[in-house]
Nanobody
Framework: QVQFVESGGGLVQAGGSLRLSCAAS??????????MGWFRQGPGKQREWVAT???????YYANFVKGRFTISRDNAKNTVYLQMNSLKPDDTAVYYC???????????WGQGTQVTVSS
C-alpha cells in the first residue's frame, strides 16, 4: 500500500505563490519509476486533474494552470512538488497527489492540503 502526505497549503492573496509538497511512502512503492500527479477539488466542484510528471521528469499541465504552475519531483526524497504562481481565487481548492499505473490513476488519496486564494 502507498500513502501520500500533502503539505504546503495556506491562505494567500491573488497573485501570490505557494509551493505544495507530497511525500510518498510504502514498502512496495518505487517512487522513482512512478508517474505522479496533482489533483484538486474546489468547493462544490468535482475533483480535477492539475498536472502530471513522468518518471523521467516530463511534465504535463491542465490548460487552466499552464504558465503558472510547475510540477517537479525529488526522487531522493520520494516527494513531488507543485509550485503555484500567479494564484487566482479560482485556484481555491484542496490539493491532492496521486500515482498512475498502466495509464490509470490509482486514487490513493491522502488528506490533501487546503489552498485558499483571496481576492
Amino acid at each position: 500500500q502507498v500513502q501520500f502526505v500533502e503539505s504546503g497549503g495556506g491562505l494567500v492573496q491573488a497573485g501570490g505563490s505557494l509551493r505544495l509538497s507530497c511525500a510518498a511512502s510504502g514498502s512496495t512503492f518505487t517512487f522513482n519509476i512512478e508517474v505522479m500527479g496533482w489533483f484538486r477539488q474546489g468547493p462544490g466542484k468535482q475533483r480535477e486533474w492539475v498536472a502530471t510528471i513522468g518518471s523521467g521528469g516530463d511534465p504535463y499541465y491542465a490548460n487552466f494552470v499552464k504558465g503558472r504552475f510547475t510540477i517537479s519531483r525529488d526522487n531522493a526524497k520520494n516527494t513531488v512538488y507543485l509550485q503555484m504562481n500567479s494564484l487566482k481565487p479560482d485556484d481555491t481548492a484542496v490539493y491532492y497527489c496521486d500515482t498512475a499505473k498502466s495509464g490509470a490513476w490509482l486514487h490513493y488519496w491522502g488528506q490533501g492540503t487546503q489552498v485558499t486564494v483571496s481576492s
